[in-house]
């Protein structure tokens, strides 16, 4: 009985362990989009989320680990398609740029300074006008 | 006798112990990586890449979007 307690123990305890390690997907989202509403953070062309200026832990953890989960999905999907996980990543940041910035909301085109959208349409890389839209 | 009990007591203890490690480490890198993630903001890519990709990054955007909050 002592022996099962022993192995059962620690087994809770990492279980316990990997809860707590685990943010939620939901709180991260949320984190970020009130970041970026606030102009710490916004898009970039490469495909990732960045960081303006100096910010909270909860932030900066919360881009990175969508970052991390970002290039994941960039990293399967150029396998599929056998080309560089950059390239996926430049391609889908065309996409993010060209409309998933809102008005107010700011971001970067390569080693840039950070820039606030306007009303107009963001002018993207010369390489993200290849396919039209 | 009693010492080969323990000794297979000790041995299936770091059997058991060792995964749960791994596994802690990896938990730990997750949560706070040493470097995130090296962004080259340079980005050099082929016209002819960006046409081929076009859908697929829409796709991807579009079948995940707790990746891209806004």
Same mark, same amino acid.
């Given at each position: 009985?002592?022996?099962?307690?022993?192995?059962?123990?620690?087994? @809770?305890?990492?279980?316990?362990?990997?809860?707590?390690? @685990?943010?939620? #997907?939901?709180?991260?989202?949320?984190?970020?989009?009130?970041?970026k @509403?606030?102009?710490?953070v916004g898009e970039?062309?490469?495909?990732?989320?960045g960081?303006r200026?100096?910010?909270?832990?909860?932030?900066?953890?919360?881009?990175?680990?969508?970052?991390?989960?970002?290039?994941?999905?960039?990293?399967?999907?150029?396998?599929?398609?056998?080309?560089?996980?950059?390239?996926?990543? #430049?391609?889908?940041?065309?996409?993010?740029?060209?409309?998933?910035?809102?008005? $107010?909301q700011i971001y970067r085109?390569?080693?840039?300074?950070w820039?606030?959208?306007?009303?107009?349409?963001?002018?993207?890389?010369?390489?993200?006008?290849?396919? $039209?839209? | 006798? +009693? =010492? *080969?009990?323990?000794?297979? *007591? *000790?041995?299936? *203890? +770091? !059997?058991? %112990?060792?995964?749960? %490690?791994?596994?802690?480490?990896?938990?730990?890198?997750? +949560? %706070?990586?040493?470097?995130?993630?090296?962004?080259?903001?340079?980005?050099?890519?082929? =016209?002819?890449?960006?046409? +081929?990709?076009?859908?697929? !990054?829409?796709?991807?955007?579009?079948?995940?979007?707790?990746?891209?909050?806004?």
């Amino acid at each position: 009985m002592t022996r099962i307690i022993r192995i059962i123990a620690p087994l @809770a305890g990492f279980a316990a362990f990997a809860t707590l390690g @685990a943010a939620p #997907a939901a709180a991260q989202d949320a984190v970020v989009s009130s970041a970026k @509403a606030a102009g710490q953070v916004g898009e970039q062309a490469d495909g990732y989320l960045g960081i303006r200026g100096s910010v909270s832990a909860e932030i900066r953890q919360a881009v990175d680990a969508l970052n991390i989960r970002r290039r994941a999905a960039y990293t399967e999907l150029a396998g599929k398609r056998g080309v560089t996980v950059q390239d996926v990543a #430049a391609v889908t940041g065309c996409q993010t740029l060209r409309g998933r910035v809102s008005q $107010g909301q700011i971001y970067r085109i390569g080693t840039g300074d950070w820039q606030t959208k306007g009303a107009g349409a963001i002018s993207l890389p010369d390489y993200c006008a290849a396919a $039209g839209n | 006798m +009693r =010492q *080969w009990t323990s000794f297979g *007591w *000790w041995l299936g *203890w +770091r !059997a058991s %112990a060792l995964p749960l %490690a791994i596994a802690a480490s990896g938990c730990i890198q997750v +949560r %706070a990586p040493e470097k995130p993630i090296e962004i080259n903001l340079n980005v050099k890519i082929q =016209q002819e890449v960006v046409v +081929r990709l076009q859908q697929d !990054a829409k796709d991807l955007i579009d079948n995940n979007p707790e990746l891209f909050p806004q």
